[in-house]
């Protein structure tokens, strides 16, 4: 533990921004889990989870959660897995 005060503070605010990205990153995994398993079924909501999962996977990358070449290919692979069923 550090002994001066700002650190102090410093560690306990990285502690709080670390937990918030680990569940932020978590229910995006989990909205990509969702709508591979919507395209996998061929369903008429397949586009519709395209759209909500694209929207999450641009607002991590907007807000530095993933790197913009990683937000982009988790989007194109989508995009394609989505036109394969079409």
């Not at 061929?42 to 694209?54: H, I, R």
């Amino acid at each position: 533990m550090p002994n001066i005060k700002s650190a102090i503070k410093r560690v306990k605010i990285t502690q709080a921004k670390t937990l918030q990205n680990i569940i932020k990153k978590s229910a995006l995994k989990t909205t990509i889990k969702k709508c591979k398993e919507a395209i996998a079924k061929g369903a008429e909501t397949a586009t519709e989870a395209y759209k909500t999962t694209t929207k999450a996977i641009d607002k991590a990358a907007a807000s530095n959660l993933l790197h913009k070449n990683t937000a982009a290919r988790k989007k194109s692979r989508l995009a394609k897995a989505l036109n394969a069923v079409k």
